[in-house]
């Protein structure tokens, strides 16, 4: 199984640690299948010209990520600023989201990035990869998409973008068992044939056609919950793709959140700022 990350990329500073770690959920994603055991795993984004763009770019070389379509442009790469609670919890304090490039450029599929893109089996994106715009460009591929939390999408969103998927993730830790039904019943109606809903601590919630499962927590020792979600969804493409077993792919992602947890940043390699 090969799969492509587009769209958005950032690097999470821990305020606390003084330390900056490579992020973002398009390229967390790409990284986490690739650990997964994918056979080829790419990024396609925009990086900025900063120390912490070429930060970015050494751990995707490291992690043996492609690179060959990333934009690269003068100005500063995304970052989020970060505190860690007492449970291990992500805290966001603010962004640089009004100056950095992904902001002030929009990313455009070539010709030559379609043709790129056609040698991987599944195509991820999220809600802030901002590539809407392309999903027609991309129909007939192999759709990932994580819409995040209920604040980060409306009723619009789901039926704009809905119809391209195969595959469409949330984060539902605020979502009762009836909400969350009702919101993988919408999302299958839309046309996304798998739809799985992440609730932090509690069972995992997926559908498949409308076949629901089911998967708890993996044991864990939580220093960072920073990218959980994200290695989730990279080792559940990367493990169900090919061989369509929904509870052994959700065995293995189960384990992946769990590994990520026990480490600081989304996959590690922090650096001072």
Same mark, same amino acid.
């Not at 449970?87 to 043709?115: C, H, I, K, M, W």
């Given at each position: ?28 994603? /790409? ?40 934009? =690269? ?39 030559? #990035? ?31 998409? #994580? ?20 595959? +469409? ?34 069972? /995992?919630?997926?559908? %498949?056609?409308?076949?629901?499962? %089911?998967?708890?927590?993996?044991? /864990? ?6 990218? +959980? ?15 369509? #077993?929904?509870?052994? +792919?959700?065995? =293995?992602? /189960? %384990? ?18």
């Amino acid at each position: 199984m090969k799969l492509i990350g587009i769209g958005d990329n950032v690097i999470d500073y821990y305020q606390d640690q003084g330390l900056m770690y490579p992020g973002g959920n398009a390229l967390n994603v /790409a990284v986490a299948s690739r650990r997964s055991g994918a056979l080829a795993a790419a990024y396609l984004g925009i990086v900025g010209s900063d120390a912490a763009s070429d930060h970015i770019l050494a751990c995707l070389q490291r992690e043996r990520i492609g690179t060959e379509r990333i934009r =690269r442009v003068c100005g500063p790469s995304g970052e989020a600023r970060v505190s860690l609670n007492e449970d291990g919890d992500r805290v966001f304090l603010g962004t640089n989201r009004e100056v950095r490039v992904q902001s002030l450029l929009a990313l455009r599929l070539t010709p030559q #990035d379609l043709g790129y893109i056609d040698g991987f089996d599944v195509v991820h994106a999220s809600v802030n990869s901002e590539i809407e715009h392309e999903l027609p460009r991309l129909a007939g591929r192999v759709i990932s998409y #994580d819409f995040s939390t209920p604040v980060k999408y409306t009723q619009e969103d789901l039926e704009r973008i809905c119809p391209y998927l195969t595959y +469409a993730f949330f984060s539902g830790s605020g979502l009762s068992g009836e909400e969350t039904d009702r919101l993988i019943d919408k999302v299958h109606r839309l046309g996304t044939a798998v739809v799985g809903v992440t609730r932090g601590g509690e069972p /995992a919630l997926f559908s %498949e056609r409308g076949t629901r499962f %089911e998967q708890r927590p993996a044991a /864990a020792q939580v220093v960072d919950t920073m990218g +959980a979600g994200d290695s989730f969804i990279g080792a559940f493409l990367t493990e169900y793709h090919p061989g369509r #077993d929904m509870r052994r +792919a959700l065995g =293995r992602a /189960a %384990e992946a959140a769990a590994a990520t947890c026990g480490l600081y940043g989304a996959f590690g390699y922090g650096i001072a700022k």
